[in-house]
């Protein structure tokens, strides 16, 4: 997991981080793994907006646990595809629900935007409405930026 601040960023020219302009350099996500991009304000920390990438359902569940009280206002899911160039599949979540009693790999359930029912770690529909215990539902929260 890792956490972007201006001391990670590349040489960015001065005109543009007073636009507010940030980039990655680069970011390697080994394919066996799904991968997510969190974006969180937490409270306590004068509502800084973080943004972190996250590569295991334990990861996961412990940084959302940590934010409660705070709001998580982005939540996508990465996984490679199957075969030799492996892309990768996006798919925004609105909620992440775990079930603590199954093993890492299969604990976490995920609702997806304008849909009903939960769908499991390989995001396919279950019969259950809900499992286990809501960790996070992404907020309707605006970001303003100066």
């Known amino acids: ?40 304000i937490r409270k306590g920390k004068g509502g800084r907006h973080e943004t972190l990438f996250v590569a295991s359902e334990s990861m996961l569940v412990d940084l959302l646990n940590e934010v409660q009280g705070g709001s998580v206002i982005g939540l996508v899911k990465f996984d490679a595809g199957s075969g ?3 892309p990768w599949k996006m798919t925004e979540l609105s909620e992440v629900w775990c079930d603590a009693r199954l093993p890492e790999g299969t604990r976490l359930f995920f609702r997806l935007p304008g849909e009903a029912t939960l769908r499991d770690a390989s995001l396919m529909l279950t019969k259950d409405q809900q499992r286990g215990w809501l960790l996070a539902k992404v907020s309707d929260v605006e970001v303003l930026t100066a």
């Open 1 to 40: 997991m890792f956490l972007t601040f201006a001391g990670l960023e590349g040489h960015v020219p001065s005109r543009a981080l007073e636009a507010g302009f940030q980039y990655w350099d680069a970011a390697v996500l080994p394919a066996p793994v799904p991968w997510y991009l969190v974006s969180v």
């Open 84 to 86: 030799s160039r492996r």
